[in-house]
């Protein structure tokens, strides 16, 4: 009896130990999985990352030029980051420089008319922000909130942050609710704060971690290398 005993619980031990082996091989197997699946995504979105970043450095030359004319050179990569967030470099207006005209989006269906819009822009922004002593951060907003954003700024503590876009915001929303509602889209992370987008600032200093671009003189001397 004893031994029969013994031998059902080895047998019973010996079934443990595999159902134990079997059940971590498919959890590993599983893992490998997902892991798998995750670098793959990730890869994907890294391409199309990358493939952003190149059509936005292309017009790096066009965009130092046109500033160049209004002696505010320095900020080639910022304003190419400005571009990144409006457009990754797509479409016939990538600066989405249409509506500072005054003009319904993309009007505008020249790259190079658009970029001289938006360096137009960029620059009357940075001169009032100067003359408000806003920080630059503010700059960078009103480029998507428009000038008086800067004036809100100054009258607010001159320094930017996503708190101060909401208040912002919020007060457009309420002059024009039927305008900035979202889409109607109460999920938008920018609910119900849907004039402009209170994180652009935010969005546009991590592409500017990112970007580069080539300058004119840069590539010429790299041709004539």
Known sequence: MKRKKSSKKQVQRNFNIVMLLFILFMGFFMFDRFLGMFNEKFNELKIVEDNSIEEVA???????????????????????????????????????????LGLPPNTITDPRQSISQGVSYFSKAAAYGEQKQVDFAAVIQAYNMGIGYIDFVAENGKRHSEELAKK??????????????????????????????????????????????????????KAAF
């Open 58 to 100: 292309k017009y790096g030359p066009v965009i130092h030029e046109e500033l160049e004319k209004v002696n505010l050179e320095e900020h080639t990569v910022t304003v190419a980051a400005l571009m990144m967030q409006e457009s990754k470099g797509m479409g016939g207006d990538p600066m989405q420089a249409s509506e500072s």
């Open 168 to 221: 912002y915001s919020m007060i457009q929303v309420e002059k024009n609710p039927q305008k900035y509602n979202c889409g109607g889209d109460k999920n938008n992370f920018r609910y119900p704060y849907c004039y402009g987008d209170f994180s652009y600032s935010t969005k546009v200093a991590k592409h500017i971690e990112t970007i580069t671009v080539e300058k004119p003189d840069e590539l010429a001397a």
